[in-house]
């Protein structure tokens, strides 16, 4: 980085202080609202993931409050925001902070990451921004400002460059409002230091930037190729009787945990889509299925991995449901399927049902 230290933290604070958008999360130092915000702002862009925190402190205003909450109830607030993990370790840290903290979140970086959930980044934005604590953070956005500042030609993904930058991170950081330093690089990634066309013209730190310097901005920051993303087919049985459909939980600590679902999975190497049907269903519920019409055809995509869900009425020919792979299984009129957290490509086909 060019220049003084000092010089970069006035440049950067006086910008942050005109320029700060005005985020719900900011006009407090709740620390239960900044954690909040920083868990659910995680994979979510900051426009959609606004209306979500705003609804879920309506419903969980306080720490108490989500503690004493029903995992479900916890979920179905979360349902749509995606990566269900971050949900369920926001509600164990809130019971843990109740039980053993006497409700009070611990103000240090270091006993933060012993939560559930926590690691070295959400730590660092939560003490500094709630407990002025000085420690640093490093999200995508932080990590693209550093590697231009200093024109990091490595990949900013490989661990000893992550390293590095997290080093530069603390030496940047100011020992007076650390939290609004670490808000206003946080802010400096997402508005003007952009993955691509940066403003470098609006920068208040432009002086300081080696890459720009270089002109070299636009080709930092550097990453390692992805892997290819695979694709599954996947079949889903509706399988209906009189007027209501059977949905299984799944189990809370594996892949969408706790979330509901339709029997079904993927197709395997020389399978139909009707003799799939008919052993997920043997091997997840012990019942032999009629397979009918098809209802749609969806697509989502999860972070790794790609789906085609197939959809087709079913009926039980055979046998009575057990849960095999589930936890828990229900009929349900599709009336009712709001009160239910589904995964986000369920929805694509529920309004069919």
Same mark, same amino acid.
């Given at each position: 980085?060019?220049?003084?230290?000092?010089?970069?933290?006035?440049?950067?604070?006086?910008?942050?202080?005109?320029?700060?958008?005005?985020?719900?999360?900011?006009?407090?130092?709740?620390?239960?609202?900044?954690?909040?915000?920083?868990?659910?702002?995680?994979?979510?862009?900051?426009?959609?993931?606004?209306?979500?925190?705003?609804?879920?402190?309506?419903?969980?205003?306080?720490?108490?409050?989500?503690?004493?909450?029903?995992?479900?109830?916890?979920?179905?607030?979360?349902?749509?925001?995606?990566?269900?993990?971050?949900?369920?370790?926001?509600?164990?840290?809130?019971?843990?902070?109740?039980?053993?903290?006497?409700?009070?979140?611990?103000?240090?970086?270091?006993?933060?990451?012993?939560?559930?959930?926590?690691?070295?980044?959400?730590?660092?934005? =939560? &003490?500094? $921004?709630?407990? !002025?604590?000085?420690?640093?953070?490093?999200?995508?956005?932080?990590?693209?400002? #550093?590697?231009? +500042?200093?024109?990091?030609?490595?990949?900013?993904?490989?661990?000893?460059?992550?390293?590095?930058?997290?080093?530069?991170?603390?030496?940047?950081?100011?020992?007076?409002?650390?939290?609004?330093?670490?808000?206003?690089?946080?802010?400096?990634?997402?508005?003007?230091?952009?993955?691509?066309?940066?403003?470098?013209?609006?920068?208040?730190?432009?002086?300081?930037?080696?890459?720009?310097?270089?002109?070299?901005?636009?080709?930092?920051?550097?990453?390692?190729?992805?892997?290819?993303?695979?694709?599954?087919?996947?079949? =889903? &049985?509706? $399988?209906?009787? !009189?007027?209501?459909?059977?949905?299984?939980?799944?189990?809370?600590?594996?892949? #969408?945990?706790? +979330?509901?679902?339709?029997?079904?999975?993927?197709?395997?190497?020389?399978?139909?889509?009707?003799?799939?049907?008919?052993?997920?269903?043997?091997?997840?519920?012990?019942?032999?299925?009629?397979?009918?019409?098809?209802?749609?055809?969806?697509?989502?995509?999860?972070?790794?991995?790609?789906?085609?869900?197939?959809?087709?009425?079913?009926?039980?020919?055979?046998?009575?449901?057990?849960?095999?792979?589930?936890?828990?299984?229900?009929?349900?009129?599709?009336?009712?399927?709001?009160?239910?957290?589904?995964?986000?490509?369920?929805?694509?086909?529920?309004?069919?049902?």
């Amino acid at each position: 980085m060019k220049g003084s230290i000092g010089t970069f933290q006035k440049a950067l604070l006086a910008w942050f202080d005109r320029e700060a958008r005005d985020l719900p999360w900011r006009r407090t130092k709740d620390p239960y609202c900044v954690y909040l915000a920083e868990i659910m702002m995680q994979q979510t862009r900051v426009d959609q993931g606004t209306p979500y925190y705003e609804r879920f402190l309506e419903r969980f205003p306080t720490l108490q409050s989500l503690a004493e909450a029903e995992e479900e109830a916890v979920l179905k607030q979360w349902e749509g925001l995606g990566y269900y993990t971050r949900a369920r370790n926001l509600h164990r840290t809130a019971r843990i902070l109740m039980e053993q903290y006497d409700g009070r979140f611990p103000e240090f970086a270091e006993l933060l990451q012993l939560l559930p959930g926590i690691g070295k980044y959400t730590a660092g934005a =939560v &003490a500094s $921004i709630a407990f !002025d604590q000085q420690a640093p953070v490093v999200d995508g956005n932080v990590k693209r400002v #550093l590697s231009r +500042l200093n024109a990091v030609t490595e990949p900013v993904d490989l661990p000893a460059v992550e390293q590095t930058l997290w080093a530069a991170a603390h030496a940047l950081l100011p020992a007076k409002r650390p939290g609004d330093f670490n808000q206003g690089m946080m802010e400096l990634g997402a508005r003007i230091c952009t993955p691509k066309s940066p403003t470098c013209a609006e920068c208040p730190v432009q002086a300081h930037c080696e890459a720009y310097a270089r002109n070299i901005q636009e080709t930092l920051p550097k990453k390692t190729p992805k892997k290819s993303v695979p694709h599954y087919e996947v079949v =889903v &049985a509706a $399988i209906q009787d !009189d007027g209501r459909y059977l949905i299984g939980k799944r189990p809370s600590d594996g892949f #969408l945990g706790g +979330l509901w679902e339709f029997p079904g999975g993927k197709l395997q190497p020389g399978e139909t889509h009707q003799q799939a049907l008919q052993r997920e269903c043997r091997e997840e519920l012990g019942v032999d299925v009629k397979v009918g019409g098809m209802v749609a055809v969806a697509n989502h995509a999860y972070t790794h991995f790609k789906v085609t869900l197939n959809v087709y009425r079913c009926s039980i020919t055979k046998g009575k449901p057990k849960a095999r792979t589930h936890t828990e299984l229900r009929w349900v009129p599709p009336e009712e399927f709001d009160a239910y957290p589904f995964p986000k490509g369920n929805h694509k086909f529920l309004g069919l049902l």
